[in-house]
């Protein structure tokens, strides 16, 4: 009989036990998820040289006072790289309320003149932007194409 009791208490114990740790968790979710102190306040843009930080926040996104753990981050990464001059983006979360977005852009290494107009490609032969500014610079009435050695 004392046996049955104390098995019974010892599954009620565990019983207790988990229902605590499950309302510790639920409660500490929803503070992180609710609370000021994890609004973003920040937002970091590193590692840009051609394109404008003003460029890389408005292709983020990231809406006004929204939570740090709410924030899509892939979302963000395929938005700032669909801009023209960038190769990669990394974008990650520094508690309390920051998020850093950190660039890697093209490099440029060559000039091609198509139909009539100067662009600049990178080493994956990825055309990047014409200008009249470019060809007025250079001086160019000819394809030119430049490869840097591996």
Not at 1 to 29: E, Y
Not at 126 to 148: D, M, N, P, W
Request: hydrophobic share 45%; aromatic share 8%.
């Amino acid at each position: 009989m004392k046996a049955k009791i104390w098995k019974a208490l010892r599954v009620l114990f565990v019983c207790a036990m988990l229902s605590l740790v499950g309302a510790v968790t639920f409660t500490t979710v929803q503070y992180m998820r609710t609370s000021p102190r994890f609004e973003v306040k920040k937002v970091l843009v590193m590692g840009h040289k051609r394109i404008t930080e003003t460029q890389v926040l408005a292709q983020a996104d990231i809406p006004d006072r929204s939570n740090v753990f709410s924030v899509d981050l892939e979302k963000i990464r395929e938005h700032v790289e669909s801009l023209q001059w960038v190769r990669y983006a990394v974008v990650q979360r520094v508690l309390p309320d920051t998020v850093t977005i950190k660039v890697v852009e093209r490099v440029p290494v060559g000039l091609a003149r198509l139909h009539g107009q100067i662009f600049q490609f990178d080493s994956d032969a990825r055309s990047e932007e014409h200008t009249s500014e470019l060809q007025s610079r250079f001086g160019i009435s000819y394809a030119v194409f430049c490869l840097k050695k591996k």
